[in-house]
Structures are given as structure tokens and as C-alpha cells.
């Protein structure tokens, strides 16, 4: 009787909460869908849709991206399947209700990729263990900075290590650290881990304690999920338009930060590593500004076979650099890109990395190549 | 063809992102899909569900939460609804396909309440003017801080206002605004709407420049959606429990934002506003630590019939205090609460202002009041 006037109590406080949810759940005996479960050797995905007549799961998990599981559903109208455990990463899965793709309604855990929205499963384990909450963890702010060069004002997300805040003295190296086509200055963030792979890294000793600045590199967006920023209109043919963006990191960026952060403001102080269209800004920007970064760490991406890009890399050679690191994995849409510019920095004799990888153009890559690129900055 | 092929390469440099759909939606003729649509009187919602059989809006325009509006479908398979336009201001809704909830894929702007994701609909006008971008805006960050009171590394967000960074020696006035049960530290800044509306008020000259905290009120969390923090039992029935975070408050957060922020460390620098069960952590703090706040906001929360209070306002009459602004709302499930809070106030002859509004326990009344009381401070 006790138990239930309290539980009355509490639903009245907390009514229309989720933990209101969780209440009436609990009073009135239904149990909450558990979904993703997973236990020792599978992972078993529950949906509630009494009234669908056709529920389907499409994970990440799988390269093939037209292939989805069919969900088997129990009288209580609850749709389940359960797939082998997949190797330690993190997933991305939908259900298809009828036709229509749709979020786990049972998992907290989404990601945005661009303008989609997808539940993340995390199989614990190997890589995942640069995924988890180290123990002493770093900081994030999103700052905005004027840009004279795109002529806007622009946002950017910005790591400072465990420790930055209370020791007043120390200066950083900087990681500026670029995403892909259709990213924005949440992608490396969100998707991409950084906060938890840098802090389980500088934790284990295995990287410095360095500042990463994740910028927006697509000059006609002001900023992600914003209201009231229209966008600017640019020809994308136009060929200033890919170096608008490449400029305003020498020009706008990198000043800024070197003002509000305590920074290394010299070469071995500053990285830059992109991934795909980042990875091409990478290469870009170093290009432009030889001897700007002593670290350049271009991912997914290369040169096209052919491509005019020695007396550039020359360049690079003759102003100095502490690294070149190239990654691509072997099933990636642009591997032979990749190969290209490995064999550019061969034949032009500049000393690199050109780091291999199975998989193809996903973040689980991504995520990987920033836990090895980034044990070799600064060093 | 010089466009067709442009078509391609862009197509295959983005594949598999955002821009590749649109993209190939263009290449092959079918419109996207445009959801929620705007125009002068009314909103459109659309939805491609060509095999679903039946599919329903529901939104947070209507009060009441059972009801929802079946759309009707077209020969592309395309369902459609249309509403008349609400008055301004931010709305969620969902659609519900063949009875299972969803969010609008159409939709970039989601927010999350609690565990779940809503989709957003922001009618422009009226109060939506403080949700737009401001020209001047202030930064957000979100900092872990050691809670020795709870015992775990807890994490806030903390909005800085424009110019913060470029006024070394300028100290600022900091309000710490608490959220309510099923929220947590991205409650005030994601639903809230903190960063634009504080940024709109100050840049109008409306409200004074100042620091905004947004901490977790559950101190059995240390964070939101993160991995590897495993979540604390505690009894709810404890009465320790309530004070431990509102003890932390003061000996923990309070030390850490006034070392770590140019902050004015006096009473007429500190300010206090919570909805909910923030609004009860705004009375248990001001209550136990009379004179620590100048500036006392507690929204849609008050006290029991008969609760014993006399003592505790007395004390913060004698400490001395700026500002105590109650808000409620008449349709507020706690309205009889606030009226009691109100009453204890008069009964005590504690000068305050009691704003009774429309509506019920929702973000619109309480993005609304932060409108309001968020001019009276430190003024």
C-alpha cells in the first residue's frame, strides 16, 4: 500500500517524463522492451508493432546495404531477430516498419550522419575500448569565429584535453581534425568518437595531451541544425569554391585558435587529418601552405591517377614535415586514389606511412585510423 | 552531358552520405520528400510510406496527448496531413505508421526528451523570435567537474555570452539553471533553447551579459548517453538523497564555475531558476543556503498544502535577496502547488512576483519564462 501511494506520488511529479514511462511500465506490469540485448554470442533487437505486419532490421554490420532481416513476431506483437555477436565497433541499425526505415524507439543511443538519424549498437571489446569513458576525460565547446575569408561567421567544436583548464602555464600541439561530404563540426564529435578515443589514448599514455579542433568544412553551412542561419549559395564548379574553405583554416581558423587556446603555434605544433572530402581539404591545405603542419594525415582519399601534385609535394619536402600518414582501406571506393598518392609520395622520395586497411568508407575505419594516426603526433 | 558527368563524379566522390541521396534523387527525378512544409496558414507534414497502411500525426500543438490525425495518401504512396498554423513557437510531433511511433525522416531538426527523440516544428514569429539565431552569439561547452558530495565526476553545460573570450578582465554574472526529472545536463541547451534566447536578450539589450549553467540534476547519473559510466543506485526514499545534489551545488559546482570563469563572486552575482523538480532544487538550495543567491526562479514546482516553510523563507527575507519569480501555469499539474508557494511567500511578507501563465508543465512556458525573469536579473 506504502509502495503504491509512492509510486502515485512519483507519477504525479514526474507525469509525461520518460521516467513516468518507465513507472506505469513498471505499475502496471508491462515489461519495457529490451532492445539492442546483447548476451554472450548474439544480439537480439525487439521492436513493439502489434498493428505492422511486416518488421525488418538493417545493421551497419552488414557491407551489403540492401540486405535486411526479416523480425519474427511473438503473440504480444513484439518483432525480435537476433543476429551473431559482430566483431567489437560501433553499428548503426534501422527497422523498416512496412516499408518505412525507422529508429529503435527502445535505444537513447542515436548518431545523426548528415540529415539521418540512426540507433547505434556498441559491441563492447577491442577497439570499443577507445569508444568507453576513460577516467580522466577532456572537455568540448562549440565556439563560433569570424571568417573574413567565407565572409561568415561559423562554428567549430573544440577539444581541450583532461587537465588543460588547471594548468595555466602548459601550451598544446593542435590536431585539426576535418570531416567528409555531407559532415558538418558534429560528425567527428558525434560519429567519430574523438573526445573518448583522445581521452583513452592521452589516459594510457599512448598520445599527448593535444587540443582538436573539428571544423565545418562545407563554406556554404554556418553551422549544423541551426534556425535562422540561411545558407549561402555557391557554384560549386567554381574551383575558388573548394579552396574558400582550405584558405579560411590558415586565415581564420588556425589564428583564432592560436589566440584563445594555449597552443604550440609552430609546424611540429600543428597536425591536419580529413577523411574523404577532409582528407582532400587535407591535402589541400598542405599543399597551399607547405610548412604550415609538420603532420598531415589524409584518410579515404587520394589524387586522381595522373593528378599534377608533384612539385606540391616537393614543396612539402623542402619545408620540412614530422609525418605523412595516408590510410585507406582495400574495399574503399577511392583505394585506388589512395594508391595514386602513395606512389606520388614515393616517387617524389618523401618518407610516409601508407597504412591499409580491410573495409571501405565508414567510420569504423575512420574511427581506427585516428587511434593510430594519433599515438604518432607530436612526437 | 558535361553535367551529367559532373553528376557522376560528385555522386561517387560523396556516395553513401546525405548529399549522394539528394543527389541521386535529383539525377533520377523524384522529388524529395518535403516535411514539415510551411505556408501562410497552414503546415504540411509528408511522409513516403507507399506500403503502410495507415499512418497518423500526432503533435505537441494539441494538449491533449491521446489524439492524433490520420493523413491520407496519395498514388505515389506519399501520406500528407495538413494543419492550420499554431501560434508561434516550437513544436514536436511524430507520425505513427501502422501504430508504431516515428520521427519525420524529412526532418533534420530532432530534439530528445529524456529517452525519447521527437521531431521539431518551429513556427517563426512571436516568441520564436528569441529561438532564431542572434547576429552576436555566445559559445556553449560542456565540462566534467569532481563532485566530491556525490562522489563521481559529473558533467555541465556552461554558455558563455558574446565577447566572454574577448574581454579578459570583464567578470560576469552567473545564472545556474537546473532542469526537471527525465532531463539532464542537454535539457535547458537542446529543448531550452538557452544559447539563443540568452543570446537574443543580450544582444537586444534586453537582459545583462551573463554565464549560464545547466548542470545534471540526477545524481545517480554522471553524464548523459555516454558508454562505460555505469549509473549509481541509490534510495529514492532517502531523504539524504534530494540534498546530496543540492548540496553539491554550492560545495562543488558553485567552487568550480567561480575558479574556472571570470565570475562575480557575491549574491548579486548568482542566480537561481529551475522548472519542475529543478524548481524544487531551487527552493531546497535557496531554503538550505540563504543569502547565496540574489536571484530565486522557481518554475512550475511549489510546495505541499501545509508544508512547513515559514522558517526557511524568513531566513532567506532576513539573508536578504534581488529578485523571487514564481511561474506557473493555470493548466499546470502543479498549479495548486505554486499557489501554495505563492501564499507562504505573502504569508511571510516576502516581496516576489508571482507570473501565472497559460498552457501546462511544458517547455513552451518554460522557454517563456526564461524570457521573462531572464531580463530581471542582475539589473
Same mark, same amino acid.
Given at each position: ?20 514511462? +518507465? ?33 525488418? =532490421? ?47 524507439? #527502445? ?28 577516467? $580522466? ?9 569570424? #571568417? ?16 588543460? +583548464? ?8 593542435? =590536431? ?19 573526445? $573518448? ?23 556554404? $553551412? ?25 584558405? #579560411? ?40 601552405? *607547405? ?51 602513395? $606512389? ?19 567510420? *569504423? ?15
Amino acid at each position: 500500500m506504502k509502495k503504491i501511494s509512492l509510486l502515485i506520488l512519483l507519477m504525479t511529479t514526474l507525469a509525461g517524463t520518460a521516467a513516468a514511462q +518507465e513507472l506505469r511500465n513498471f505499475a502496471f506490469g508491462r515489461q519495457p522492451i529490451v532492445s539492442p540485448e546483447i548476451t554472450e554470442n548474439q544480439v537480439t533487437f525487439r521492436l513493439l508493432a502489434p498493428k505492422a505486419y511486416e518488421v525488418r =532490421l538493417y545493421g551497419s554490420w552488414t557491407a551489403d546495404y540492401r540486405s535486411s532481416l526479416a523480425m519474427a513476431r511473438d503473440t504480444a506483437g513484439v518483432w525480435y531477430a537476433s543476429i551473431p555477436l559482430p566483431a567489437p565497433e560501433i553499428y548503426t541499425y534501422s527497422f523498416i516498419v512496412d516499408g518505412v526505415m525507422m529508429n529503435d524507439p #527502445s535505444n537513447v543511443i542515436m548518431q545523426r550522419d548528415g540529415t539521418r538519424y540512426l540507433s547505434v549498437l556498441l559491441v563492447p571489446g577491442g577497439i570499443s575500448g577507445y569508444y568507453k569513458e576513460a577516467t $580522466q576525460r577532456g572537455n568540448v565547446r562549440t565556439v563560433w569565429y569570424d #571568417s573574413p575569408t567565407i565572409g561568415m561567421q561559423r562554428r567549430m567544436t573544440i577539444y581541450t584535453p583532461y587537465g588543460y +583548464e588547471n594548468n595555466p602555464r602548459g601550451k598544446y600541439p593542435v =590536431l585539426y581534425l576535418l570531416h567528409g561530404a555531407g559532415g558538418d563540426e558534429e560528425a567527428w564529435i558525434s560519429m567519430g568518437y574523438t573526445r $573518448q578515443i583522445m581521452d583513452n589514448m592521452i589516459e594510457k599514455g599512448e598520445a599527448e595531451p593535444m587540443i582538436v579542433v573539428m571544423p565545418n568544412g562545407n563554406p556554404w $553551412q554556418e553551422a549544423a541544425k541551426t534556425y535562422g542561419l540561411p545558407e549561402r549559395q555557391f557554384d560549386w564548379r567554381d574551383p575558388a569554391f573548394a579552396n574558400l574553405y582550405v584558405n #579560411s583554416i590558415v586565415k581564420d581558423i588556425i589564428p583564432y585558435v592560436e589566440k584563445h587556446f594555449r597552443t604550440i603555434n609552430k609546424p611540429e605544433g600543428r597536425a591536419v587529418a580529413g577523411l574523404s572530402m577532409g582528407g582532400g581539404h587535407t591535402m589541400a591545405v598542405t599543399n597551399l601552405y *607547405p610548412g604550415m603542419f609538420g603532420y598531415i594525415c589524409p584518410l579515404s582519399m587520394g589524387i586522381r591517377e595522373g593528378q599534377e601534385i608533384d612539385s606540391q609535394l616537393q614543396a612539402i619536402k623542402k619545408a620540412g614535415y614530422k609525418l605523412y600518414w595516408v590510410g585507406c582501406g582495400d574495399q574503399d571506393f577511392l583505394f585506388e586514389s589512395a594508391n595514386a598518392l602513395h $606512389q606520388a609520395l614515393e616517387r617524389n622520395g618523401l618518407e610516409h606511412t601508407y597504412h591499409v586497411s580491410g573495409g571501405g568508407h565508414t567510420w *569504423p575505419n575512420w574511427r581506427t585510423y585516428l587511434t593510430i594516426f594519433g599515438k604518432l603526433l607530436f612526437k
